[in-house]
């Protein structure tokens, strides 16, 4: 069962691989939100991990792991293999459900680059132990999860891009239209891809722990059945 109180390294085998993770868990948290990082990046993304701090400071559970081993992250046809990607979040989730307490935890996703692509295509294939109540893109590929699954998401999502990053900037755009679930456009004035620019990133952290704590606590919603923009 899953130590609510503490930060562990942890393995989960699928398919013969087994992935490295690391999980935190604050005493008392009701929300666990799984990262999926971008192409050629790892659990050890300095920005994904600022990212997490932000969310262990607000009573969210944090669990950052590599959907691709060393030797498997290479060329761009593996990093741009979101079917596979999305397969190994959707299995990754279902393991951890299964450590926890049933109903413990809600569940979120959060993504970066090629990893916000994987999180809503495997948001739309749930499983039989969850939902995801909650998607955070950073810098995403949105797109890049196809038209089905963003038509399909029901999970609210939050779109955050660089007001500098202007080309994946314009696929968030065509992504965000296609999109009917409750959901919400943030760009951040100046920032590049990576959000290097002073305080960018501290945007980005703040907004994405707002989004999950207001939507990983409390008694759970049906899906919408409709678009609903936030402000």
């Not at 990262?35 to 600022?50: D, E, I, M, V």
């Not at 993504?111 to 109540?133: E, F, V």
Request: hydrophobic share 45%.
């Amino acid at each position: 069962m899953m130590n609510l109180s503490m930060r562990q390294e942890i393995g989960i085998e699928l398919g013969g691989v087994v992935l490295p993770g690391d999980l935190v868990c604050p005493p008392r948290a009701t929300g666990l939100v799984l990262f999926a990082h971008g192409s050629g990046s790892s659990r050890l993304s300095p920005r994904n991990r600022y990212v997490a701090g932000h969310l262990n400071h607000a009573g969210i559970a944090t669990l950052l792991i590599d959907l691709l081993l060393p030797e498997e992250d290479v060329g761009l046809a593996q990093r741009f293999n979101i079917g596979l990607l999305a397969q190994r979040l959707q299995a990754i989730t279902d393991a951890v459900c299964g450590m926890a307490q049933p109903g413990q935890l809600r569940l979120g996703y959060f993504g970066a680059s090629t990893g916000a692509a994987a999180a809503i295509r495997a948001a739309t294939m749930g499983g039989a132990r969850y939902r995801i109540d909650a998607v955070v893109s950073r810098g995403g590929r949105p797109d890049l999860a196809g038209h089905d699954a963003l038509t399909a998401l029901s999970a609210p999502t939050l779109l955050i891009v660089g007001g500098a990053d202007t080309e994946v900037l314009h696929l968030n755009q065509r992504a965000y239209g296609w999109m009917s679930c409750e959901k919400h456009f943030e760009v951040v004035a100046g920032a590049t891809h990576l959000f290097e620019e002073p305080g960018a990133l501290e945007v980005v952290a703040r907004l994405a722990a707002g989004w999950f704590a207001t939507r990983l606590a409390g008694p759970r919603q049906d899906a919408p059945t409709g678009a609903q923009e936030t402000s």
